[in-house]
């Protein structure tokens, strides 16, 4: 398999983690967003989204989108888990992914922010605003599920889904210097993640295109 | 059951779709966002997150967020299938879900144009530009992939997941008057989808809060 990813992109992220964490091997092909090589002619006969990241099965068989990527894993590569078993904690698992997958991540990034300068006139000081405005509103909606389930990982004794998608969101937040005092149970998991293999593998700094 | 709906959100709209194909009763719960039903101390109690749909199967068994919710039905009441059986099919249908849930309508609704005309000084023409943006990239995404499976509905002979999150998206489109011109096969599989009994009775102008 071949991963195309950037080292910084939150959903090329995710797809490492979920990698790391079934211990699948995999080629890391690095797509430079800045560069603009998703738009090339090469990448656009691959994945003609032009969107990292992307897994290359066999020539012409290419999954896109994070989160349908991670469910594809988790159903041909089933151990270890990503899910619990009972639907209902099924189903409090995926309304976490989703806050973050679809609350947060799709407000929160380069392609949002550049139209927001092009078309609005948006500053640094106004960009900081909206990132931190969105994210808030996620976060807050992820510490109230975390403080409920109350265990080591987002949802249980080993990481999942809500990991995967918990702990490249909260990178950003850092990045954009967005402050995480409100959700201390958010700080907990993302510290008992960043402390498990899976997680320090796929992070940004470990990757190949990761400038250093 | 009791769904919580705004007859005009996507979000609830995509829920009551999956459950008419399912063939699943439930009571009707209206919701009016205008009105800030979401922010009540009642509604509070029951979904924190303060968004609609939310689906509670008993007195503290509480679902929300629309994609965890369809995989939950899916789950407990498999016919009929929403899903192919085909892991990489299901990817190509999840992948086109979440242009949709995590592309555009992440975007596209009343709280991102409140926070835009409060933060950004935009007016109807320039909300009208956001939207048109944000829809029509994602809109090229599902259409390749609609030209790709050349089906009556978006993956198949039956209704699924696709179609239950393109139809709502196409309504919205045509609420805000983005031209679909450009997208034959969205327009053909919505026509289809449109032509179908569960599509009709989800419906926004049949729900018991549409203002009539």
Redesign the interface.
Known sequence: MKLYSYYRSSCSYRVRIALALKEIDYDYVAINLLDGDQASAHYREIN??KLVPALE?APG?V???????C??LE??HPEPPLYPTA??E???V??M???V???I???CNMG?NN??VS????TTE?IQ??QA?WMERGFV?VE?ALAESGTEFCFGSTPGMGDIFLVPQVYNARRFKVSLDAYPNIQRVVDACNKHPAFSTAAPEQQPDYPG
Not at 63 to 69: E, F
Not at 119 to 122: E, F, G, L, V
């Open positions: 003609p989204l099965l068989e999954i896109g989108q994070s989160l349908a990527l469910e594809w159903e041909t639907p209902l099924r189903a409090r995926r309304a992914v989703t806050t997958c679809s609350e991540q799709p407000l949002v139209y927001l078309q609005h006139d948006a106004s605003r909206w405005h909606a109230s």
